[in-house]
């Protein structure tokens, strides 16, 4: 059974840093591409990052590009998603989400329909 767990959520003032984990388990990180995606009180999800399967590529958002960083550690069974430079509008409860069993190399796509598995969500508050 596909599960993920997000970690790493809390309070931050406006500039700093955060670092989100998704620990997954139940398949293997290598077959599948990883999201990371937010929804804020009365909007709509978004996708934030994600990195492909194989660790072929990544992609982010344009409100998130030169500050947030995804990777992942195949080894850990982990990703993780780097906030640097938060601003209060990045407030919202984060989820990580698979895609797969995929090619390696299958680019991945910052949409919510491809991503099957989803976790419980992780909350990221932005606020001096």
């Known amino acids: 059974q596909l599960q993920l767990v997000e970690s790493g959520g809390g309070l931050v003032q406006p500039g700093g840093s955060l670092r989100l984990s998704c620990v997954v388990s139940g398949f293997s990180l290598d077959f599948y591409a990883i999201g990371w995606f937010r929804q804020a009180p009365g909007k709509e999800r978004e996708g934030v990052s994600c990195?492909?399967?194989?660790?072929?590529?990544?992609d982010y958002a344009d409100s998130v590009k030169g500050r947030f960083t995804i990777s992942r550690d195949n080894a850990k069974n982990t990703v993780y998603m780097q906030m640097n430079s938060l601003i209060p509008e990045a407030t919202a409860v984060y989820y990580c989400a698979a895609d797969g069993p995929l090619l390696l190399s299958t680019p991945c796509v910052l949409r919510s329909g491809p991503f099957g598995s989803w976790g419980q969500g992780t909350q990221v508050t932005v606020s001096s």
């Open positions: 990195i492909s399967s194989g660790n072929s590529g990544m």
